[in-house]
Structure formats: C-alpha cells, structure tokens
C-alpha cells in the first residue's frame, strides 16, 4: 500500500489553479522530495494532505485513510513540519512538546517528551523559554515536535527554507537520521541541494502538476545527459554560441553570467575550447522542465 | 505510534483533543497569569471606589432597595466577565491565527476545527468563570452579606463567558484586519456593558430600550448575580435558558465561522 495517493487532484483558489489534475503516489519508506519554485502548488498540496484544505476534485489516500472524510485519523499518524516557526514562543521546550504529545494522544507524554529532546538534542535546555533559543534549535524543536508520536509518514514543508547554511546542514542530518529509520517523507523544497541530498526520489512539480519524476540520477540521464558546457563572455558571443548549440537540439539555458548548453558531450562542434565543461546536475534538470532559476 | 489509534476512526468532539487545546492555553496561562489577575482584582477594586463610594457618598444611597456599592459590585460581574471573555477571544484568536500560526499547528494534529472552537470556548469560560466572581469577593469585602445564592454565580458567570468567547471567536474569524475589532468593541461591547444594569436599573430607560436589554446576556446575567445575592425569583430559570441559548448559538456560529477562515 502506498502511504500517499493522489488522484488527479485538482484545488483552485478564485481564478487560480494551484493544483491541477496532480497525480502523486509515495511508496512507504522512501523520501519523495517535491521539488518545484514558488507557486508550484507544493504547499497547497501539503495542505491537501492534513486536511487543511479540500480538493475540488479528484481522490485523496493517506495511509489507506480517504481524505478529507477520515483526515483526522490520517493526521493522526502522520507528523508534520511547517514551513513556518509556529512554537508557543513563551512556553518551556518541553511544555511545547508535551502539548503536542497530548494533541497525537501519545500514552506516555513524558517519554515521548525525552525521545523528542534528544532528536533534537535539546535536553539540556528542556525548561528554557522558547524564545531563548538560538535560530537552529527552535528549527530542531520544531522537527522534534513533529516527531514525537513517531509517526509512520512525515510532511517536511520547505523544512530549511531562510535558514543559514549551518542550520541547514544541522537539520539535513536529523531527517538523514529519520530515512534512516524507515519513515516515509514527503518534503516539498525549492532548494535543488536539498533534494539531491535527501530524496531518494524528486517529483518535480510545475503549475500545478508533476511534470517528471524518478530518481535524481534517473532524472539526470533523463533530460540533461551527461555534461553541462558553461559558457562565458561578451553578450554577442554567448548569442552566437547559443545559437549554433540551439541549432543542433541541445538545450541551452542561462546560468548567472554565462550561458549553460545542456547534454554537451552531444555537441558537434558548438562548444567553445574555453567553455567549462562540468557533470550535469539536477539543477540543469529543474531549470530545463520549470524555466525558473533554481536556488 | 500506538495501535490503538493506528486503527481507531476518530470521532467529532474528542475529549482528548479538547482537552490537549485546553493543554497549550493552561500552559502559556502559567506565564501570564499574574499580570491577568492583578488587573482582574484591581479593576472591580478601583470601579467600587470610583462608582460606588464616590456616588453613594454624593448622589445615590440606594437602588431598589440595596446600598449602591452593593448594586454596582453585584453588576461589575458582568463587566468582569465581558472583558475578560469576548475582548480576549478577539485579540487572542486573531493573534493566534494571523501571527503566530498557532491554529496551523493544532490543525496539522488529529484535532478539527470543531474541537479547537470548543476547547477555546471552554478555556476562556473557565477562566472567566473564575475571574468573574472577583468583584463579587471584592463587594463582599466591603460589606455585602454572603448568601448561598452567591455558590452560583462561577456557573452563571461560565455560561455567559461561554457565550461571549464564542461571539469574539466568530469576529476574528469574520474581520479582515485587526483594526476592524474597534467597531465591534463600539458597536457591541461597549453598548452591551452599559446596558447590563450595573451601573444604573433599566426600569428607568425608555421601554424601547428596556425591551432590547432583555436580549442583553449581561443584563441576564446582572440579574442572576443578584438574584444570588438578594434572592432569586421564577424568571431566573429563563434567564438562565437564556444565556445557554446564546451560548449553543455562539458556539455553533464560531465553528462556522473559523472553519471557512482556516480551511481552504
């Protein structure tokens, strides 16, 4: 049984389409990540999933749970990490924990609390004010806080999103720790390292709806092949290189100052000897299939 | 994740989910709590000295047959509960919702919208409930007697504050922006707590208004405190429907109301 299905779902706000006919299926025990830029629909249908907003059409399964009629029960087995920090600020660590121990019905409050402390390696701050921790532990209270009833299937919304490197990578091991332990997750993100890091699948979502989807390798050999040939210089020149790459069907995109010719090891003669000529990575992949720049 | 509820069809109206909503507001009660109560004791303390000493010293010595200080500290319950039921359920859901996207949090649980309302409700009720009888305890320290009657009025003051959570739950469900509550505080808070008769009978207003005050839950409930401290008559058993009703009203229009603002 897959623990999420997705049906040709469709959700509109007014005028706006934000998901549209999204067909999605997470096997259990893998880490789907949800790669697209803003207003691709991941948040939406984030939201979808809890039940926190309903689908004007098409079916909705979390773990076997149909949605939104047994939304409840299905939440009840699934953690969720917002995008945003929304910890009580003036309530202790573990007041904040054991809060939502009670909300998952958890039968031991205290132990789940002490598990929860050490995911996010905040024992020796349990009776501190939230709003005295640093940036990085109220992101791994707030992981933590979605973890303590170790739930079966866990939503990461943009779980990294405005953080510092340093916290990034912080939090990249405690959801490292959690594929770890078998945990189905669904992680939307925009950030292409992220992904690559951490999913052992990208669904990467477009207006709406997956446009492709395998593992990132897959995904690599897939649309960009082998190389990417960055090319720098004056404008007339990266028109001209752009030009004569176009002409032999390579995809060419831009990439800050220079111009990328994806699948360069195709190229018959339409890459400059100064070009710079790297392996193709899942940012040329994204920015091929969403025409917006990654980050 | 325990079995139990791995196969458990959740119900509507879970205690447990109520009482974990209840849970975080006793929680961040605990750092709060002493500035609410200072200013609850405070409050009543400064409105019997400023009403009801200052008046009964000057221009009134008695209302219907019972010294004024006594009149008005019966009817500062009201006021008490009032304010410490529609004004904080107001502001409270308001923040909760559009800035600390607390209510996103406790939606991303096994808890609906139904539940969340209720345990709001009931939170505020209870400590309004509490916090209502304080004039009450200030009045008798200035002289009014203890009288049986007088156990009732936590439950009285919990009705009523039921209700007026309920109603300031539905406002910040309804209003776009958080200065709007400025109307509904002048057009239904202040109106309300003037026409209660705390400070003055309604029997001396023009009947239009008299008739309108019966539909006043705080006019109902001055008259039940006082029913408790002076003696109770048949038609507080209606009064007291009445304040349910609005209560069950206010409670389902808040549910209505929140569900449209917190589900897309």
Request: charged content about 20%; proline content about 5%.
């Amino acid at each position: 049984m897959a623990a999420i299905e997705l049906r040709d779902v469709v959700k509109t706000f007014g005028s706006i389409t934000a998901v549209d006919g999204l067909d999605l299926e997470v096997p259990e025990g893998i880490c789907l990540g949800l790669l697209g830029p803003n207003g691709a629909g991941k948040s939406t249908t984030m939201r979808l999933l809890t039940g926190q907003a309903i689908a004007d059409s098409g079916k909705l399964r979390v773990l076997g749970h149909e949605l939104p009629a047994e939304a409840k029960t299905a939440r009840g087995q699934m953690g969720v990490v917002p995008q945003l920090d929304n910890l009580d600020v003036d309530v202790t660590v573990e007041d904040n924990l054991a809060i939502f121990a009670r909300l998952y019905r958890v039968p031991d409050v205290g132990k789940a609390v002490d598990k929860a402390l050490d995911i996010a390696r905040l024992r020796e701050r349990r009776r501190d004010a939230v709003d005295e921790l640093s940036g990085g532990m109220r992101r791994r209270l707030l992981l933590a806080r979605g973890l303590v009833h170790e739930p079966r299937l866990v939503l990461l919304d943009e779980p990294t999103v405005g953080l510092d490197p340093q916290i990034r990578t912080e939090l990249w091991t405690l959801i490292g720790d959690l594929k770890a332990r078998g945990t189905t997750i669904l992680m939307s993100t925009h950030y292409i390292e992220e992904a690559e890091r951490l999913a052992d699948e990208v669904a990467v979502m477009h207006q709406g709806k997956v446009i492709s989807r395998g593992r990132p390798m897959e995904l690599i050999d897939e649309h960009a092949g082998r190389q990417t040939a960055e090319v720098y210089g004056p404008p007339d020149r990266l028109a001209k290189t752009r030009a004569e790459a176009e002409s032999q069907g390579l995809a060419v995109r831009a990439a800050g100052p220079a111009i990328a010719i994806v699948g360069s090891e195709r190229a018959d003669g339409a890459i400059p000897e100064d070009a710079v000529v790297r392996a193709a990575t899942l940012e040329d992949v994204f920015v091929l299939l969403t025409g917006e720049e990654a980050e | 994740m325990n079995a139990a509820a791995e196969t458990r069809r959740m119900r509507r109206l879970e205690p447990t989910a109520i009482a974990g909503v209840m849970s975080r507001e006793v929680a961040n009660f605990r750092t709060y709590w002493k500035g609410t109560t200072f200013s609850s004791v405070m409050e009543p303390l400064v409105y019997l000295l400023a009403f009801g000493l200052g008046l009964s010293a000057t221009l009134v010595d008695e209302v219907e047959g019972v010294p004024y200080i006594e009149f008005v500290g019966t009817g500062m319950v009201a006021t008490a509960v009032i304010f410490s039921s529609a004004l904080p359920a107001m502001f409270g859901t308001f923040v909760k919702h559009r800035f600390q996207n607390t209510y996103d949090a406790i939606l991303a649980a096994p808890v609906d919208v139904e539940e969340l309302v209720t345990a709001e409700m009931l939170w505020i009720g209870l400590r309004s409930g509490t916090y209502g009888c304080v004039p009450l305890l200030v009045t008798i320290a200035f002289g009014l007697n203890p009288a049986p009657g007088m156990l009732l009025t936590p439950l009285f003051c919990f009705v009523t504050a039921l209700g007026f959570a309920g109603f300031g739950v539905a406002m910040a469900a309804t209003v776009a922006k958080i200065d709007q509550f400025n109307y509904v505080t002048a057009l239904c808070v202040t109106p309300l707590f003037l026409v209660a008769g705390t400070f003055f009978p309604i029997d001396g207003l023009p009947q239009g208004v008299q008739v309108v005050a019966q539909f006043n839950p705080l006019h109902q409930l001055v008259e039940l405190v006082r029913g408790g401290a002076f003696g109770f008559e048949w038609a507080d058993i209606l009064r007291f429907a009445f304040l349910v009703g609005f209560a069950l009203v206010t409670w389902r229009v808040a549910i209505r109301q929140m569900r449209k603002r917190l589900i897309d």
